[in-house]
Nanobody, 115 residues
C-alpha cells in the first residue's frame, strides 16, 4: 500500500505561482511512475505531468514551459511547480503513484486561479 497526501493548493491571481506537494508513505519502492492529474468542474480528469523512477518527464501541451514536476527522494515527496497560472488551470489537482499492479491516488487539492 502507498498513501499520498497533497498540499499547496489555494487561490492565486492570473500570472501567479503555486507549488503543490505530494508526500508519499508506505511501499513507495514499488512505484515506477509519479504523476499529477487535474479535474475541472464538468470535465474529465486529465494527466498534467508525470515523472518516472528514472527521471524522465512528460507534460500535457497546455502546461509545457509553465509547470515543472520533480521529486525529492530523501523526503519521499513529488512536487508540481506551477508558474504563469491561468484561469483555465483552475481544478482539483490529484497526485497518483503507479506500480506494475496498482494505482494509488491522493485526496486532491483545489487550485483556483482568479482575479
Amino acid at each position: 500500500q502507498v498513501q499520498l497526501v497533497e498540499s499547496g493548493g489555494g487561490l492565486v491571481q492570473p500570472g501567479g505561482s503555486l507549488r503543490l506537494s505530494c508526500a508519499a508513505s508506505g511501499n513507495i519502492f514499488s512505484i515506477n511512475v509519479w504523476a499529477w492529474y487535474r479535474q475541472a468542474p464538468g470535465k474529465e480528469r486529465e494527466l498534467v505531468a508525470a515523472i518516472t523512477s528514472g527521471g524522465s518527464t512528460n507534460y500535457v501541451d497546455s502546461v509545457k514551459g509553465r509547470f515543472t514536476i520533480s521529486r525529492d527522494n530523501a523526503k519521499n515527496t513529488v512536487y508540481l511547480q506551477m508558474n504563469s497560472l491561468k484561469p483555465e488551470d483552475t481544478a482539483i489537482y490529484y497526485c497518483k503513484a503507479q506500480s506494475l499492479l496498482y494505482n494509488y491516488w491522493g485526496q486532491g487539492t483545489q487550485v483556483t486561479v482568479s482575479s
